[in-house]
């Protein structure tokens, strides 16, 4: 039994960052290995990297997810859109120029009738949405201007920030909230270990040898859902889908040190090598399960398992791989793609916190605080960490 308040430590509303820094690879940098913790700033990270390292980033770029809709009577209804159902693409669903589904988070969804059409507050005649499954959350949303589902979202859209940053949204959320690498879009939160990069970090990156390579991981609203059941194991974990290309695969083949720019990179590479085991088996899901790595005790190293994957997509002529995690990283699972990760800090009994612990062991209490003796800003605007493995 896994406790989630074995993982309880006090963090005051004043530790946590409401606003990025100024530049933001000034920010604070603690960099743990299993023998001591120093404290630098973030725009020297490649000083703490060696130059045989991938380096793995998420390049999925947040979306203003977050529509304000009314209904005839006057109820608001607030609709956060999660993942698109029909087309199932993302790329399809942002080019649709009529209609499309997406499973969302419906607030106060209670006055909403059944099919029934509710209209978008600022502008009725715009775009109506509506509720064609309750309980799997669907909401199919039509328009007659002809325009693609992106440039509507680009002018009703707001971009949804943390809940626990507990203030809205402002118009430098809109650069702020975004990592510079950010490509695919899709996610409804940032990545946001990644958001310290800037263009001269990454030159100096590049410049000492350290290659790079992009996954996507399109981030859901389920990463800021609190663990409810004191026994983790219980927590309902959310899906999140990813791709990955066949360069990026060949990359972390080749490159047997690697560390991963944040938690969402990390379930990409620890769901790849549970996916490779899954094509081995004759499972073509492309799903993995919650508690599928504690099921199983395979013997395949890291890059026999994602050469399964290579094959795989070869034989299908697949360049870009696409699948889906609900992979739950406790404490006791042992990390087998990476040798260190960059992460900001996380919520207190939070899953992210549990997966930090799997990177560390129980160093992740004297990590932390000593991260908060030393000033550090927590959560998403938050300081970074680079944490090898124990």
Same mark, same amino acid.
């Given at each position: 039994?896994?406790?989630?308040?074995?993982?309880?430590f006090?963090?005051?509303d004043?530790?946590?960052?409401?606003? !990025?820094?100024?530049?933001?690879?000034?920010?604070?940098?603690? /960099?743990?290995?299993? $023998?001591?913790?120093?404290h +630098?700033?973030?725009?020297?990270? #490649?000083?703490?990297?060696?130059?045989?390292?991938?380096? *793995? =980033?998420?390049?999925?770029?947040?979306? !203003?997810?977050?529509l304000?809709?009314?209904?005839?009577?006057?109820a608001?209804?607030?609709?956060?859109?999660?993942?698109?159902m029909?087309?199932?693409? @993302?790329?399809e669903?942002?080019?649709?120029?009529?209609?499309?589904?997406?499973?969302c988070?419906?607030?106060?969804?209670? %006055?909403?009738? $059944?099919?029934?059409?509710?209209?978008?507050?600022?502008?009725?005649?715009l775009? +109506?949405?509506?509720?064609?499954?309750?309980?799997?959350?669907i909401?199919?949303? +039509?328009?007659?201007?002809?325009?693609?589902?992106?440039?509507?979202?680009?002018?009703?859209?707001e971009? !949804?920030?943390?809940?626990?940053?507990?203030?809205?949204?402002?118009? #430098?959320?809109?650069?702020? @909230?975004q990592?510079?690498?950010? %490509?695919?879009?899709? +996610?409804?939160?940032?990545? &946001?270990?990644?958001?310290?990069f800037?263009?001269s970090?990454?030159?100096?990156?590049? %410049?000492?040898?350290?290659?790079?390579?992009e996954?996507?991981?399109?981030?859901?609203?389920?990463?800021?859902? !609190?663990?409810?059941?004191?026994?983790?194991?219980?927590? $309902?974990?959310?899906?999140?889908?990813?791709?990955?290309?066949?360069?990026?695969?060949?990359?972390?083949?080749?490159?047997?040190?690697?560390?991963?720019?944040?938690?969402?990179?990390?379930?990409?590479?620890?769901? =790849?090598?549970?996916?490779?085991i899954?094509?081995?088996?004759?499972n &073509?899901?492309?799903?993995?399960?919650k508690?599928?790595?504690?099921? &199983?005790?395979?013997?395949f190293?890291?890059?026999e398992?994602?050469?399964? *994957?290579?094959? @795989? =997509?070869?034989?299908?002529?697949?360049?870009?791989?696409?699948?889906?995690?609900?992979?739950? /990283?406790?404490?006791?699972?042992i990390?087998? #793609?990476?040798?260190?990760?960059?992460t900001?800090?996380?919520l207190?009994e939070?899953?992210?916190? =549990?997966?930090?612990?799997?990177?560390?062991?129980d160093s992740?209490?004297?990590? @932390?605080e000593?991260?908060?003796l030393?000033?550090?800003?927590?959560?998403?605007?938050?300081?970074s960490?680079?944490?090898?493995?124990?």
């Amino acid at each position: 039994m896994i406790k989630k308040s074995d993982f309880f430590f006090e963090l005051a509303d004043e530790q946590i960052a409401k606003y !990025p820094l100024a530049k933001r690879d000034e920010s604070k940098l603690l /960099i743990h290995s299993v $023998d001591q913790t120093d404290h +630098s700033v973030f725009n020297v990270i #490649s000083d703490y990297i060696d130059d045989d390292t991938l380096l *793995v =980033m998420n390049n999925a770029k947040v979306i !203003p997810a977050r529509l304000y809709f009314k209904r005839e009577s006057g109820a608001a209804i607030e609709v956060l859109l999660l993942e698109p159902m029909l087309p199932a693409n @993302y790329e399809e669903a942002f080019n649709a120029t009529a209609r499309c589904r997406w499973k969302c988070i419906l607030g106060n969804s209670k %006055k909403l009738k $059944d099919e029934e059409y509710i209209h978008l507050a600022d502008n009725p005649a715009l775009i +109506s949405a509506q509720l064609i499954d309750r309980q799997e959350r669907i909401v199919e949303l +039509s328009w007659k201007s002809g325009q693609s589902f992106t440039e509507l979202l680009d002018k009703i859209g707001e971009l !949804p920030l943390p809940p626990y940053l507990n203030r809205a949204t402002e118009e #430098s959320d809109a650069v702020t @909230y975004q990592t510079v690498f950010a %490509k695919n879009a899709g +996610s409804v939160a940032a990545p &946001t270990a990644g958001l310290h990069f800037t263009e001269s970090v990454l030159d100096g990156v590049k %410049k000492k040898g350290i290659e790079l390579a992009e996954v996507t991981l399109h981030v859901g609203a389920g990463t800021f859902l !609190p663990v409810k059941e004191d026994n983790v194991v219980d927590h $309902d974990m959310h899906r999140e889908h990813f791709e990955i290309t066949i360069d990026t695969l060949n990359a972390l083949i080749a490159k047997p040190k690697r560390i991963c720019v944040g938690t969402t990179s990390m379930r990409v590479l620890e769901s =790849m090598y549970w996916l490779g085991i899954q094509l081995a088996n004759g499972n &073509t899901s492309l799903l993995i399960h919650k508690l599928e790595p504690y099921e &199983t005790e395979p013997d395949f190293s890291y890059e026999e398992s994602l050469t399964v *994957v290579r094959d @795989y =997509m070869k034989a299908n002529d697949i360049k870009v791989l696409q699948a889906a995690t609900e992979i739950l /990283i406790l404490p006791q699972y042992i990390p087998r #793609s990476i040798v260190g990760l960059i992460t900001n800090f996380h919520l207190p009994e939070s899953t992210l916190l =549990m997966l930090i612990a799997s990177v560390v062991g129980d160093s992740w209490r004297e990590i @932390y605080e000593e991260a908060k003796l030393n000033g550090y800003r927590f959560l998403s605007y938050g300081d970074s960490s680079l944490l090898f493995t124990k």
